[in-house]
């Protein structure tokens, strides 16, 4: 990779909203400013890094356990790609603090390539967002977010995990920060070979092995009272054999480094403030058709971004939010009749913010994309909440959000088509919220209207081509329910959803493939003294994988179970057993490719 591309700042401007004294400010440095903002109109869905130690396998299966997210995956470790809201892989966007890595190749996120370990936080917003966070999120966006500390000294822990399938998972994380200075470091190595059997489909994972490593490195440094020069950065190197059904199958695999690294100057100021980034991401792929042979095909892209987020209030009521961002987007693939290539994007946002009363809050926001070569709309959004008695409050939005066709959209030769025009959605999402006590109930109604939908379609000349083809009407009812108790020793806390999704092309009426009407996920944590328990459960209905709704061809529904145990002893030192699928259910998610049946792991940690 081509790490040597420096990282220049071209112009300023930063957002933060400020609801808090300064000096918790100054306390913690977040690198996706417009977080805090979102989660103001929105619901937001976090998952901690104790979370995170659940499900470690990758990410993959802690979005699918603890999240309304439903993920396609081709065997344990393999291709995997999100479903939201009952929209497409391409309507989901991937950020990272801050900044949309969405592959440019393929316009969505390789769920199995991008790491899973080194974050504070990752958090999941249902409904639209391109406004803030640009294209793709017209589902959902998934936010990848770290944080720097400071006045903390030093910190260090370990995770080790040893799991069936020959599977070893170790990850590092140290920590130093004073009055001024704060940095992070963390790296993971991950193996596994995968071999797992289900002999009920007559199934052997073959050739499924997978192996990653990714290293975050993070530093910020206070050079004045108000102001902060931070960086962040993130190296992922990864690669993935992929099953085959007989033993002397050919066996093939698919290799990914990523390059993500990310410089802000911030500003911060009692009624003003001001964010500067710039920003390089490198996405690099190689496909080996046999995997003792050169590589048959792959790709490398390329990506410049400085953004600029200002934020003022102009009284303590009202606040005005602008934002400006430039792309340079480069590519070039091997084999795959893209050449050289690139697109410049640029984009100017506008949110306005009106506090009305303590209980009562709108906002209301518009943005325009300028893609080269291509003709984008004008984007808006406008939100409100109330909270409208102490045990109740509402929330609604409403938003046209966008997809600008990926580079093998565009230009894979042969099928290609440069004249396709971005994806367009409508979004109408309202957020119930009535708390009781330790209880939280929330009711999410959702609405989409997606048009000029990118569908890959065979041509009478024996290739596939990408075309605008039909319109999706989308709708459903996300529902999540939070319990948390402590008394004396004892902590107890539930976190449930479920999820209705009618997604139909409007052409036919049918039901999208690989979207499941039906989700729930559940999370039980018992703790006492120095002890925890947990047991999550995941049900998936029906799945429909052809678009006329076969019976036969289509996914059962599931319910997988899952435990594990955990033990602290002194503060700093933990082990842990975890068992997953107890009832050794058989599934999938994509045809033909089974889930592992029941499998253990045990994993110890230490703080120092």
């Known amino acids: ?62 979005l699918r356990f603890q999240s309304q997210v439903y993920i396609k995956e081709n065997g344990r470790g393999a291709v995997s790609s999100p479903s939201f809201r009952g929209t497409s892989a391409g309507h989901t966007a991937f950020v990272w603090n801050g900044i949309n890595i969405n592959s440019n190749f393929l316009g969505q996120g390789d769920v199995n390539n991008i790491p899973l370990f080194g974050y504070d936080q990752l958090e999941v917003k249902a409904g639209g967002g391109s406004v803030q966070y640009g294209s793709s999120a017209i589902g959902g966006s998934i936010h990848l977010n770290n944080n720097l500390d400071f006045n903390k000294g030093f910190g260090a822990s370990l995770y080790s995990e040893i799991a069936s399938f020959d599977t070893y998972n170790n990850f590092v994380k140290a920590s130093f920060s004073n009055d001024k200075f704060s940095f992070k470091v963390s790296g993971n190595y991950f193996i596994g070979q995968n071999d797992y059997e289900v002999p009920e489909k007559e199934y052997i994972n073959r050739n499924g092995k997978y192996y990653n490593t990714s290293i975050n490195l993070g530093t910020s440094y206070k050079i004045a009272p108000h102001q902060t020069i931070s960086w962040q950065n993130q190296i992922f190197d990864g690669s993935q054999y ?100 690139s697109r410049n994007m640029g984009s100017a946002a506008g949110l306005a913010r009106y506090f009305a009363t303590p209980d009562l809050r709108f906002e209301a926001g518009i943005k325009k994309d300028f893609v080269e070569d291509i003709t984008s709309p004008l984007l808006y959004s406008f939100s409100g909440k109330w909270n409208a008695v102490k045990w109740y409050n509402v929330g609604l939005s409403v938003s046209r959000n966008l997809r600008i066709p990926s580079f093998n959209d565009l230009y894979w030769e042969k099928g290609g088509n440069p004249d396709l025009l971005p994806e367009t959605s409508t979004n109408l999402d309202m957020d119930h919220e009535f708390s009781f006590g330790d209880f939280k109930i929330t009711l999410s109604p959702y609405y989409m209207d997606v048009k000029n939908y990118i569908n890959w379609l065979p041509t009478p000349y024996g290739y596939w081509a990408a075309f605008n083809t039909y319109k999706a009407e989308i709708y459903g009812l996300e529902s999540q329910v939070t319990f948390n108790k402590n008394f004396g020793k004892h902590g107890f806390r539930l976190n449930a959803g479920y999820t209705y999704s009618k997604s139909t092309n409007k052409e036919t009426g049918m039901q999208m493939v690989y979207v499941p009407i039906h989700k729930a996920f559940g999370n039980i944590d018992y703790q006492y003294n120095f002890l925890r328990v947990y047991v999550q459960g995941l049900f998936n209905g029906l799945t429909y994988t052809t678009t006329d709704e076969k019976r036969a061809d289509a996914i059962d529904p599931y319910f997988v179970l899952n435990t594990g145990v955990s033990a602290t002893l002194l503060k700093k030192y933990t082990l842990g057993f975890k068992v997953n699928n107890i009832t050794n259910t058989i599934y999938q998610t994509v045809s033909y490719y089974p889930m592992p049946k029941r499998n253990y792991s045990v994993y110890a940690t230490i703080n120092f």
């Not at 930063?14 to 103001?40: H, P, R, S, W």
């Not at 109109?41 to 990758?58: A, G, L, R, S, Y």
């Not at 790709?299 to 600029?308: C, L, M």
Request: charged content about 25%; overall charge neutral.
């Open 1 to 62: 990779m081509d790490i040597k591309r420096s990282l220049v700042l071209l112009f300023s401007s930063y957002g933060c909203f400020l609801l808090a004294q300064e000096k918790t400010i100054d306390t913690v440095y977040i690198f996706d400013n417009q977080m805090n903002k979102v989660k103001l109109f929105h619901k937001v869905n976090t998952i901690t890094p104790k979370d995170i130690e659940k499900n470690t396998t990758n990410l993959s299966e802690l």
């Open 242 to 341: 992929y099953p085959i059904f007989v033993e002397n199958g050919n066996k093939t695999k698919y290799k990914a480094q990523t390059l993500r690294s990310l410089l802000a100057w911030d500003i911060n100021k009692t009624n003003l403030s001001n964010s500067l980034k710039a920003a390089y991401t490198e996405d690099n792929f190689q496909y080996f058709g046999d995997i003792d042979k050169p590589k048959e095909s792959g790709a490398e892209g390329k990506n410049y971004i400085f953004k600029n987020d200002f934020n003022y209030f102009i009284t303590s009521k009202i606040n005005i939010n602008v934002i400006g961002e430039f792309q340079m987007n480069k590519g070039e693939g091997y084999q795959s009749g893209i050449g050289d290539i």
